[in-house]
């Protein structure tokens, strides 16, 4: 009995939480394809046995200005995957939401709707958390809920629903001064939220730039688009119409002047009317970016026929488009100066990143839109609408070594041997910026060891599962790679290839050995 009570005891200690955090950012909640925003905290406790207690307290869902209490989604013991980015959670199960304690709710729907099907997925680590969750309500909504929290690896606002008021001062016919509201998409910026010594110059001899637009691309779910449009000023010019993540600045009259641009700094305080940030957070490291444009150029011009998507990623100091100097904190780029007309028919447009070989971290994204590839140029009147921009994260050539040795990941199970599974070195990786990959441990024995591996997109939204088996045995795959010999100075990664370089926290093979950079 004494037996059975220490183990008892010792089980529940084990899952006791050993760390608590509570996380606060933005919640969004997609309903009917249209996202709401709200600001919402998550409990996140690790436990001594490495799994995990997730805790969302008084969910609501917000539609149409009004709002609905849900309840709060707990899920406890949650087995974690680890990774060079922080621990992976992914599970799916069905759950009863409990009722809030916000004492401003009255009524919790949470207990009403009984069991429910939930799909969690989320990146943990000391400074963040990212969260996708899945509810499933078509029994009682007729669709399933999908949350987002702490989402930096795709643009806010990137269906361009949402939009605020910015005013300028313009000059009407008769010249005198009349204030004009010009609408601006939400965590976008234009000339009318503009910076420079000459920003009240070009809001006052040039017509607004953007515009809600209810002409959406083709299979969309939301119900807006962005319209851009460009203008003449005076006669003399034109006015691209250009947006940005960042913000707009005017510092010359001359549109060729590179004191024109689309500018970043996460140092800066500085927000819009609705109290965003002049900036775009990001993350990941994508691999490409995806838009829908329909462009028309009112007047045909022969050498500055194309409109033009931009953008950097970048550490997050001070950058600019154009560039004024040569910039070092830029991680990669992604451009297509070449967008047609086409005919003013919508087109998927699809730009992969171009990634330069540093050590820059990524920390912001500047994505600058416009309607001419040259500043100044076009005709007046021209038309870019833009609608559904995203992010694309792939996940490339999974791979996996076992003690240097290549295991072929051809079927969802995988196995190979060792002459101690209990101390193989396992690396799972991938080919891809956009991507990663996690490891758990299942069970482990002298005789065999089980892992499970996931490969993941950095947005989660694509997670491909492995279970590897390493049985105990002689070590196999050795004449799968190349092996360095004592009298070899060339450097192998752990699949065998030979490298020129090392970076910094890989493991390499040299004259035989294992080394660690």
Known sequence: ???????????????????????????????????????????????????????????????????????????????????????????????TITAGDDPKVSTWMGPMLGTIPLNLKLLVNDEKLYTLIDIDMQKTLGQTIHVTFGDHYQLPNSGFEDYRTEQISKLNEAYPQVTVDVNEPLNWHSFASATGDFVQAANAFSDPHTYSSDVVRPNSTGKKSLLL?????????????????GRMQAGDMNAANTKNCAFLSTDSTSTDSHGDPFYALMDGTPDSLSVWVKFKQQTPVADHPYATVSAALTDGTYYQDPQDKDYTNVVATAKNAQIASNGFAWQHIVIPFKYNDNNVKAKALLVTISTN???????????????????????????????????????????????????????????????????????????????????????????????????????????QIKTATNNDSKVYDLNGREVKTMHHGNVYILNGKKVLK
Do not use: W
């Open 1 to 95: 009995m004494k037996k059975t009570l220490l183990s008892l005891a010792l089980a529940l200690l084990s899952s006791l939480s050993m760390s608590a955090k509570d996380y606060t950012d933005t919640l969004v909640v997609t309903v009917n394809g249209t996202a709401t925003q709200q600001t919402a905290t998550i409990s996140v406790d690790k436990n001594n046995d490495g799994t995990y207690n997730f805790n969302l307290k008084n969910f609501m869902l917000k539609m149409g200005g009004e709002s609905m209490g849900i309840g709060n989604i707990t899920l406890n013991n949650l087995k974690a995957a680890k990774s060079d980015k922080g621990d992976v959670v992914t599970t799916s199960q069905n759950i």
């Open 373 to 479: 590839a040259d500043p100044g140029q076009g005709s007046p009147a021209d038309s870019l609408y833009v609608d559904d921009i995203s992010l694309i994260y792939n996940v490339d050539k999974p791979a996996v070594t076992v003690n240097g040795h290549a295991v072929t990941l051809d079927n969802a199970e995988v196995s190979t041997t060792a002459t101690d599974p209990t101390t193989a070195v396992v690396v799972a990786s991938t080919a891809n910026k956009g991507s990663f990959a996690a490891v758990s441990e299942l069970s482990s024995s002298a005789d065999q060891r089980k892992l499970q591996l996931l490969y993941c997109s950095d947005d989660l939204k694509t997670i491909k599962t492995y279970t590897l088996v390493i049985d105990k045995g002689a070590e196999t795959g050795i004449s």
């Open 229 to 245: 449009t460009s203008a003449s000023v005076l006669g003399i010019t034109i006015a691209n119409g250009t947006i940005t993540t």
